[in-house]
């Protein structure tokens, strides 16, 4: 059974800094790989997709790396901003797994102005 | 253009009444998918729609869950009989195409329904 792991659960740094949150998975036969954002009660938005032949993928100041034979994902976010404080959620797929998504339990962000 | 949309937004019931959750996925979008979110549990899924039909029905925890979908669009989860222990966000996913690679495999969700039993 796939397990998802995300820690810390919860995180607080100052304004400006770089920071990685990162996600363990125990099966590595994954087909793919997303991160989300939730903020507090909304809904989840995608922020990047990695396919399992990819090893990351870049949207502005964030950056997602894929090491399948390890079992990690780290979600990189540069110039952390207020705005960016949420949960942040990773979501794997497994190959056959009829499209489902197994969830880590997320981390929680606070970027302190 | 729309997102996922999901009714109500809020549902608060009597233990022991049957609720019905409604799910609006993204025009044009083939698979749809029902997660629950309960406090300290994180997401779980419950059920995968491709089309009208359910090739997973694995996450239903027990015979009080049910869903259909009707014209490859709408979908309604309902609960029979509620219990306390099913208070949770109930959380509407869609997808362009599960199967290919890429971009339409991102799944998109709703606001989700914050469901609480008394």
């Known amino acids: 059974k796939q397990e998802v792991t995300q820690i810390p659960a919860a995180l607080s740094v100052p304004e400006g800094e770089n920071l990685v949150l990162n996600c363990s998975f125990t099966?590595?036969?994954?087909?793919?790989l997303q991160w989300f954002r939730q903020d507090p009660g909304k809904g989840l938005t995608s922020l990047l997709l990695?396919?399992?032949?990819?090893r990351e993928q870049t949207s502005g100041r964030l950056n997602a790396s894929l090491d399948k034979s390890s079992g990690r994902s780290t979600l990189y976010i540069a110039a952390s901003q207020p705005g960016d404080s949420a949960t942040y959620l990773c979501?794997?797929?497994?190959?056959?797994?009829?499209?489902?998504?197994?969830f880590g339990k997320g981390i929680t962000l606070s970027v302190r102005p | 253009g729309a997102g996922v949309s999901q009714s109500p937004s809020n549902k608060v019931t009597e233990k022991g009444k049957d609720v019905e959750l409604r799910c609006d996925p993204i025009?044009?979008?083939?698979?749809l998918y029902w997660y629950r979110q309960s406090l300290g549990q994180g997401l779980e899924f419950l059920i995968y729609?491709?089309?009208?039909?359910?090739?997973?029905k694995s996450g239903l925890p027990s015979d009080r869950f049910s869903a259909e979908r009707t014209g490859g669009s709408v979908s309604t989860l309902t609960i029979q009989r509620t219990q306390q222990e099913d208070s949770a966000v109930y959380l509407c996913?869609?997808?362009?195409?599960?199967?290919?690679?890429?971009?339409?495999?991102?799944?998109?969700f709703g606001p989700g329904t914050r469901l609480l039993v008394l």
């Open positions: 729609f491709q089309g009208n039909s359910a090739p997973d």
């Open positions: 099966d590595s036969a994954i087909y793919n």
């Open positions: 996913a869609s997808s362009l195409a599960p199967l290919l690679a890429g971009a339409q495999e991102t799944q998109y």
């Open positions: 025009s044009g979008h083939t698979a």
């Open positions: 990695i396919q399992s032949s990819q």
């Open positions: 979501a794997v797929k497994l190959f056959g797994a009829n499209s489902k998504l197994t």
